[in-house]
């Protein structure tokens, strides 16, 4: 079937649009959305219609379809301010402008019309029905005809390989309902097929990713680091699983082993360009951001990047005070609005400001429900405690999980309620908690020791971040309950020590040649 709109050709057999005579570029779930667009025309398609019709599921959030209707109308080359194939009808979702016309190209099947069904599942069920003998499909009987039809069913992908692919296409949208749905997708691919090693190593992302941008817990970590180890066992030489495992070490906080896990992923394949995005990322923890910011560089020289390298090129050059950490701001920015990972870096550049309006504000462009992103809500409290509002922090901390328990037990502890203390960290977990290797955490405790009115335990703490990577000095200076510390004489030698640190890596970096592609971006 072709369907005509104005100047473009949709292509429902191939699966091809075309506009005038350039052929464009468009993923499936955006083929799938303009496909839905046109076989409804001129009748709007709403939010629940274009779930089942595109993604196959009851419900899509609002945020993913608007999303989804962005990146139809960059393909296409829509204006949405001046729309010449898309409009938005309010309250009815969206509909096709103009009229559409729909026949078929010389030499293509002329049956009936399958309606209501996705394309790719149309292969899927015609191919299905010539396999059991039904189905009363008339096909030419030519042998030219029999080997193009044999070669089209032999291509055709099989319906777990799609389930796979639509669960990796909601994945890659990196919203919390679209990732928790796509994690029943992927256990449905499992269970069909116990064997594959894309839907296993797919769900075992798809945990991780949960477990930790969104709502998760260890149980899933765990889950995912046993089935990312199966697959390491059955193929040791898989890049991609190497690069999952050090993905749900680094979610575990087992830092060290994360980062070897993704140098053994770069070894084998040395253009896996999110691997080497993944280790800067532990680099940047470390305190080694010229060694990180070598990684991102490399990875962009070799023609690839991660979602979040220039979110984390921009964190890297913002810490060495860095003019040029603003631009790759702008760009992360742009490249990916609204993404929690991004967000999060952004509302903590506004933290070190002491811009604590920004902070919120920024936060409040996360295109999820901030009640899935603990970490935002971790950071929100922050911020409004800082602005003295401190029932709206509470509230906040409280739907923030372990994130929040941090500074909740500090607020309990500056108001002498003990009690409160020891009950989200009694003592001997806040002695175990010491000896942890995640610098962010022994920050957060050292807040707590500090509420206390153990400042001299505060400052051990910290120095052990410093030992173990924290570069973050105005994060320091901005805390509530550090100011006494750091005013002291050992709070004062940290602070030199940080800025020492950071000397010798701005140093680095700077005389690194490679690097000055990063430090003057967008120079010719």
């Known amino acids: ?26 993923q499936d779930l955006t083929f799938d959305l303009l496909y839905g667009l046109v076989e409804s025309a001129p009748q709007p398609m709403n939010a629940d219609a274009l779930a089942e019709r595109v993604w196959k599921v009851p419900h899509v959030s609002s945020d993913t379809i608007a999303q989804r209707i962005a990146l139809l109308r960059k393909a296409l080359g829509d204006d949405p301010k001046n729309p010449r194939y898309i409009r938005t009808v309010r309250g009815a979702g969206y509909a096709i402008i103009g009229d559409v016309t729909k026949g078929y190209e010389a030499g293509t099947h002329e049956g009936k019309e ?22 009363g499909l008339l096909w030419s009987q030519s042998p030219a005809r029999d080997d193009r039809q044999a070669e089209t069913r032999a291509d055709l992908p099989s319906p777990n390989a799609l389930l796979i692919d639509r669960a990796n296409a909601q994945l890659g949208l990196h919203q919390p309902e679209e990732t ?20 296993r190593l797919g769900l075992a992302l798809a945990l ?28 040791p030489d898989t890049a991609n699983a190497w690069s999952a495992l050090g993905y749900v070490l ?105 811009d604590l309006e920004a902070v919120l504000e920024t936060i409040a462009t996360f295109e999820g429900e901030i009640e899935t992103a603990p970490q935002l809500l971790a950071l929100k409290g922050r911020a409004l405690l ?19 328990d941090y500074l909740l037990a500090s607020l309990a502890a500056r108001s002498g309620d003990t009690q409160t203390v020891e009950a989200r960290f009694p003592a001997e977990q806040r002695l175990a908690l010491t000896s942890v290797m995640e610098p962010d955490i022994l ?40 100011q006494e510390v750091l005013e002291s004489a050992s709070g004062r030698a940290l602070i030199e020590r940080i800025e020492r640190e950071l000397e010798a890596q701005r140093v680095l970096i700077e005389n690194t040649s490679d690097l000055q592609a990063i430090l003057q971006p967008g120079q010719p």
């Open 1 to 26: 079937m072709i369907f005509r709109l104005d100047d473009l050709a949709i292509d429902t057999q191939r699966r091809t649009v075309r506009k005038g005579h350039d052929a464009l570029k468009m």
């Open 180 to 199: 928790q749905r796509a994690v029943a997708m992927l256990r449905t691919a499992v269970e069909r097929d116990p064997t594959s090693f894309e839907a």
């Open 250 to 354: 680094s979610a575990k906080g087992r830092g060290d082993e994360a980062l070897a896990a993704y140098r053994r992923a770069i070894e084998l394949d040395p253009d896996n360009a999110p691997a080497r995005s993944s280790a800067a990322h532990l680099l940047v923890l470390k305190g080694d951001l010229q060694q990180a910011l070598i990684l991102e560089h490399q990875a962009r020289a070799r023609g690839g990047s991660s979602r979040y390298s220039e979110i984390q090129i921009a964190q890297a050059l913002e810490l060495i005070g860095h003019p040029a950490h603003a631009w790759w701001q702008d760009q992360a920015l742009t490249l990916n609005p609204g993404q929690v990972v991004v967000v999060k870096e952004l509302a903590l550049s506004k933290l070190r400001q002491g």
């Open 386 to 404: 800082g602005l003295g509002r401190e029932e709206a922090a509470k509230q906040a901390l409280g739907k923030a999980g372990w994130r929040g």
């Open 114 to 135: 399958t309606k209501g069904i996705s394309p790719v599942f149309v292969g899927a069920a015609v191919f299905a029905t010539l396999l059991i003998g039904g189905g």
């Open 208 to 235: 991780t990713t949960y477990a930790t941008k969104f709502e998760g817990d260890v149980a899933e970590k765990d889950e995912a680091e046993a089935i990312i180890r199966q697959l390491i066992e059955e193929r």
């Open 443 to 482: 920050v957060q405790m050292a807040e707590i020791e500090a509420a206390l009115g153990q400042g001299d335990k505060a400052a051990q703490l910290i120095g052990i971040a410093i030992s173990q990577g924290w570069r973050d000095r105005r994060w320091l200076e901005r805390s509530p309950f550090l």
